[in-house]
Structures are given as structure tokens and as C-alpha cells.
């Protein structure tokens, strides 16, 4: 049997091994390849900051926020005292320097009436009838007058002059206290404009108001929106019969909330537990209501964490309390 010449069994063998080596490099590059496409041998991604460290931040700057305050409080009640202080000086000022420039024509005009214009008829009669050994008296009369004039208007001077210091050094603190003012003002707003920032990066879902605790896990923007109402009402007073604006009862409340994020509620807490969805306890989320006693006569919105925001009773303004100091009845979301 014949078999292959030497030469065509070579060129096999030495090329597997190399074929081999190939066909492993191409393996190894599509698996990085898609490695990289997949993002395994990417930097691990940054995580967004959670709602707790927001609220850290938020905490931080109004830490900063609130000594500025303050200090901008400050000044600002001192340069209101010390403008005040200014006007009076001021108003003190006016009328000395009335009496200081009248004194100055008093004096300015006698001694041009008589070494500019020579005497005045007045004078020269006074002169010329007196007696020679009274000549001496009447000149020393009209320097005395002269002199009383200057001593006048050097009283007036120093008196002005000293108001004039006082007000030059008020209207310099003034200046500085100013200055400060909207120095402080312009950090003020800084701070304010980070706190924004911060605020704005909340998730959607979370809902901070004034008036109620930072509200997380609120999925629906029709529960958003009554949540942000009902806590504006905070401190509003309890009014039988009362749906707002200004003042409420319980079912007032729900409904006036639900209201503005265009959900109609009957104003009876009744009809109100059959209009929304019943929810078990375990399963309440912020803005669900929650119905009290067997007979259902108190309601109120859910926050989570077992509390509401409703309106109590006469005498209690809408508050923020526990949903623990009343029998739950039951939870209803509507919408």
C-alpha cells in the first residue's frame, strides 16, 4: 500500500500547533470584547447618593445657613439703629449750620459796612455826636459787638463740628455694616441655592414639604400632590363643616387634598371609604387614607411610618400625629 511522501505530512504538523494559537487569540479578544460591551471590565458605575444622604447634606448646609442668618439679623437690626441715629444727627446738624451761616453774614456784614464801605450813617452819627472823651467807649463797644459775633459763631462751630465727627463716624459704620449685610445676603443666598440643588435631587418619589417629615416612597403624582396640600394646611384651624381654603374638618381635608390633584371625594368620611380602594395595613403607602373607630367618623392621610396629617378636632389645628392614638378601621387609596 502506498503511502504519502515525507514532505506532505511536515507542513501539517508544524502548522497546528500555530493554527491553534490563532484560533485561541481570536476566542480571547471576542471575550474581552464582550466583556467590555457588557461592562465587566468597565469602572464599577457611581452610585446615586441615597434620600438619608441628601438629607445629610441638606442638614449640613442648613447648619451653614442658619448662624448666616442670624449674623444677617444682626447687622441688620444695628444698621437700622444706627441709620436712625444718623437722621437725628442729622436733623440736629441742619439748624446749627442755619445758625452758624447766619452769624457768618452777621459778622461778615459789619465789618464790610465799615472798613470796605466806611460807617454807616448809624455809626458815623454815633461817632460824630459823641463826646471825645466817650470815643474810646464806642469803639470799644463796636469791637465788643464784633467780638460777641465771633464768640457766637465759634459756639455754633465747635457745636456742629462735634455732630458733624459723630455723624462721619456712624455713616463709616454704616458704610461697613452695609457691606457686611450684603456680604452675608449674597453667602445667604449661596447656601440657599445649594440647598435647592439638593432638594431637586430627591427622587420623584420622595416628598418634602414644610409643614410634614420628608415623605418617601410616594409612587403616584395624584398622591404627591395631595400630600404636598394637606401639609400646607398645617396649623390651619378646625371648622365643622369647613373644606378650606383657609380652615377644614377631617373629610374637608382629604377632600380639598384630593381636590388639587383632581381626584373628586365626597365630603362625608362614609362615602369616602367606598370611593377609594380598600388596602391592607400592611400594604398603606403615603397618600392612602385612614379611617378610624367601627363608624368610620374620623379620617385622615396616610404618611407612612404611622403617621397622618388630618384635622383633629375644635380647638386642634390640622397637625401631624401618630395614627396610633385612635382604632384603625382600615386604609382606602383613591383614585
Not at 205 to 228: F, Q, Y
Not at 255 to 267: F, R
Not at 307 to 329: L, Q
Amino acid at each position: 500500500m502506498a503511502t504519502m511522501p515525507p514532505h506532505r505530512h511536515a507542513p501539517r504538523r508544524s502548522a497546528r500547533p500555530g493554527g491553534l494559537r490563532r484560533v485561541a487569540h481570536r476566542l480571547l479578544t471576542l471575550v474581552a470584547a464582550a466583556a467590555v460591551g457588557a461592562g465587566m471590565l468597565a469602572a464599577p458605575a457611581h452610585a446615586e447618593p441615597s434620600v438619608d444622604e441628601i438629607e445629610a447634606a441638606i442638614d449640613q448646609k442648613w447648619e451653614q445657613l442658619e448662624p448666616t442668618i442670624e449674623q444677617y439679623n444682626k447687622v441688620r437690626a444695628q444698621l437700622k439703629v444706627n441709620r436712625k441715629k444718623s437722621e437725628d444727627l442729622q436733623k440736629k446738624i441742619q439748624p446749627l449750620a442755619l445758625e452758624s451761616e447766619l452769624a457768618m453774614d452777621r459778622v461778615g456784614a459789619l465789618a464790610s459796612r465799615y472798613y470796605i464801605s466806611g460807617p454807616s450813617q448809624e455809626i458815623g452819627a454815633l461817632l460824630v455826636s459823641a463826646k471825645p472823651h466817650t470815643l474810646t467807649e464806642q469803639l470799644t463797644l463796636l469791637d465788643r459787638l464784633a467780638a460777641q459775633e465771633r464768640k457766637q459763631l465759634e459756639g455754633v462751630t465747635k457745636v456742629r463740628q462735634k455732630f458733624d465727627a459723630e455723624k462721619q463716624k456712624l455713616d463709616t459704620l454704616i458704610v461697613s455694616q452695609t457691606k457686611q449685610q450684603n456680604d452675608l445676603a449674597a453667602k445667604k443666598k449661596q447656601i440657599d441655592s445649594d440647598i435647592k440643588k439638593l432638594e431637586a435631587s430627591l427622587p420623584v418619589t420622595t416628598v418634602k414639604t414644610e409643614k410634614c417629615p420628608t415623605i418617601n416612597g410616594v409612587v403616584s403624582d395624584a398622591a404627591r400632590t395631595a400630600i404636598r396640600t394637606a401639609c400646607a394646611q398645617v396649623g390651619d384651624p378646625y371648622v365643622w363643616g369647613a373644606t378650606g381654603p383657609n380652615s377644614f374638618d377631617c373629610s374637608g381635608l382629604t377632600q380639598y387634598a384630593y381636590k388639587a390633584a383632581g381626584i373628586h371625594l365626597t365630603h362625608f368620611t362614609g362615602a369616602q371609604w367606598n370611593e377609594g380602594k380598600a388596602i391592607p395595613r400592611s400594604e398603606a403607602r403615603p397618600g392612602d387614607l385612614v379611617f378610624f373607630f367601627s363608624d368610620l367618623h374620623h379620617v385622615g392621610l396616610y404618611l407612612g411610618n404611622d403617621k397622618m396629617v388630618h384635622a383633629p378636632r375644635a380647638g386642634k389645628p390640622v397637625n401631624v400625629s401618630s395614627i396610633n392614638t385612635m382604632p384603625v378601621a382600615g386604609f382606602r387609596r383613591p383614585g
